[in-house]
Antibody
Framework: QVQLVESGGGLVKPGGSLRLSCAAS????????MTWIRQAPGKGLEWVSY????????DYADSVKGRFTISRDNAKNSLYLQMNSLRAEDTAVYYC???????????WGQGALVTVSS | QSVLTQPPSASGTPGQRVTISCSGS????????VNWYQQLPGTAPKLLIY???QRPSGVPDRFSGSKSGTSASLAISGLQSEDEADYYC?????????????FGTGTKVTVL
């Protein structure tokens, strides 16, 4: 069965860095685009970034562009999100999700909490 | 901030029909498919409807979706207690900065 498991969340000071990982299993990872989506406490969903199946195409929300970098290692069935220059407003649960055609995210991980606070 | 607008809340008694609207523009709903997600309390979102009106395997047929112009809607027929959750519409937005994915503001459904 398809599984996505995030790790790497935690407490970090403003201006700091953190790297999230998403381990995928149960499907052919290198066939799918992957996405990061976040949800601030008590708030709605916000798309963060996507990466193509080969890793050659990536895009970011304006709110994280220039600070976050999405990457993947198809040999390790893993997705990453490097987050630099973190701000308080980046505090959220970060979900990785598998993307299908039409922009539908058919499988989600359980989420990783990132807290940015001094 | 979200470019897809939903009512903050909706409610109904068991067995009733509840409808949630999602208003967008020509750059998102008007030109791309709409997907709907259900988020039960304390859990990750789940794909509920894709490509405007398609249900993934396992989603009960009491959930249905539709789209007209720059708006979409989700209907829940025969409301059940386990349908109490947050619901989000979503679509690609063909903005000038490049395509970005946008979610709706979310609607909390309460079963009275």
């Amino acid at each position: 069965q398809v599984q996505l498991v995030e790790s790497g969340g935690g407490l970090v000071k403003p201006g700091g860095s953190l790297r999230l990982s998403c381990a995928a299993s149960g499907f052919t990872f290198n066939d799918y685009y992957m996405t990061w989506i976040r949800q601030a406490p008590g708030k709605g969903l916000e798309w963060v970034s996507y990466i193509s199946s080969s890793g050659g195409t990536r895009d970011y929300a304006d709110s994280v562009k220039g600070r976050f970098t999405i990457s993947r290692d198809n040999a390790k069935n893993s997705l990453y999100l490097q987050m630099n220059s973190l701000r308080a407003e980046d505090t959220a649960v970060y979900y990785c999700a598998r993307e299908r055609e039409g922009g539908r995210f058919d499988y989600w991980g359980q989420g990783a909490l990132v807290t940015v606070s001094s | 901030q979200s470019v897809l607008t939903q009512p903050p809340s909706a409610s109904g008694t068991p067995g009733q029909r509840v409808t949630i609207s999602c208003s967008g523009s020509s750059s998102n709903i008007g030109s791309n498919n709409v997907n709907w997600y259900q988020q039960l309390p304390g859990t990750a979102p789940k794909l509920l409807i894709y490509s405007n009106n398609q249900r993934p395997s396992g989603v009960p047929d009491r959930f249905s979706g539709s789209k007209s112009g720059t708006s979409a809607s989700l209907a829940i027929s025969g409301l059940q207690s386990e349908d109490e959750a947050d619901y989000y519409c979503a679509a690609w937005d063909d903005s000038l900065n490049g395509p970005h994915y946008v979610f709706g503001t979310g609607t909390k459904v309460t079963v009275l």
